[in-house]
Nanobody, 121 residues
Framework: QVQLVESGGGLVQAGGSLRLSCTAS?????MGWFRQAPGKEREFVSA????????YYTDSVKGRFTISGDNARKTVYLQMNSLKPEDTAVYYC?????????????????WGQGTQVTVSS
């Protein structure tokens, strides 16, 4: 059974940093981060593809967020710098059985419980 356990959310002032972690059990996967703000749909944030290590980011976080993976620990990290109030959301870790497409929400098989990130102005 696959489980994803997230950690690292919290409250931070604008311009601050947070690091999210997600550890997967039950296999090896391509991993992604999505977020959902109140009243909005869940959206793609970043992903790392297991087959080739390529990383992907939504435009609004490029240059501020960095995704990385530790295969030995089966853990993916999302380092979030220069945070803005509009980054406030519940962040979800997701895993997929290594398909080519890693930015589409429908391509993910497993989801974590979510962790709240709140950025105050």
């Amino acid at each position: 059974q696959v489980q994803l356990v997230e950690s690292g959310g919290g409250l931070v002032q604008a311009g601050g940093s947070l690091r999210l972690s997600c550890t997967a059990s039950g296999g090896t996967f391509s991993m992604g981060w999505f977020r959902q703000a109140p009243g909005k749909e869940r959206e793609f944030v970043s992903a790392i593809r297991r087959s080739d290590g390529l990383t992907y980011y939504t435009d609004s976080v490029k240059g501020r967020f960095t995704i990385s993976g530790d295969n030995a620990r089966k853990t993916v990290y999302l380092q979030m710098n220069s945070l803005k109030p509009e980054d406030t959301a519940v962040y979800y870790c997701a895993a997929q059985e290594s398909r080519v497409e890693v930015t589409a929400i429908d391509e993910y098989d497993y989801w974590g419980q979510g962790t709240q990130v709140t950025v105050s102005s």
